[in-house]
């Protein structure tokens, strides 16, 4: 028995946010290879979790040069919803985008954020939208600034 996928084809539309003026950066945020969604499973898991613990922002290194941000400094990345601060990766997606992962967030350790705060929560930042077709939530980009925390 064979089955088949049905795509259903749509324009292209504009972020809804573009990139300028107090928030000159493009974040994307998505998925590592070493957990899976807020890592409910996956964080429990000894050797899943050893390998990516914490939440980051992978910089562009030109990016990162300007900005004096070196390898392992805390960074404050805010958009008009929040902020977060968590440490830099250098070398990520390309001039002008950083990347987040998704996973991590407020309710998952006491020591990361204070009472009301959102400090790891990447899609604290992103627009809470959802796709019209799929009810997915649009939790993948919005327009940053980047700053050495």
């Known amino acids: 028995m064979q089955t088949a996928a049905i795509l259903k ?8 946010e573009w990139p300028g003026g107090e928030f000159p950066f493009t ?12 890592r409910t499973k996956t964080g429990r898991t000894p050797e899943l979790q050893a390998a ?18 070196s390898e392992g400094d805390p960074v404050r990345v805010s958009s008009p919803r929040g902020a977060i601060v968590v440490p830099a990766r250098i070398g990520g997606p390309r001039e002008g985008v950083v990347f987040v992962p998704f996973h991590y967030g407020y309710w998952d350790t ?20 959802w ?7 649009r ?3 919005a327009a940053v600034n980047v700053e050495k925390a």
């Open 9 to 16: 084809a749509a324009e292209w539309t504009a972020p809804h």
């Open 27 to 38: 974040l994307t945020t998505g998925r590592t290879v070493y957990h899976f969604h807020t």
């Open 52 to 69: 990516a613990p914490e939440p980051w922002v992978e910089l562009f290194a030109a990016d990162a040069e300007r900005l004096g941000i």
């Open 110 to 129: 006491a020591e990361a954020a204070g009472p009301g705060t959102r400090a790891r929560a990447a899609n604290e930042l992103t627009i809470t939208l």
């Open 131 to 137: 796709d019209p077709v799929s009810k997915q939530p």
């Open 139 to 141: 939790f993948k980009s």
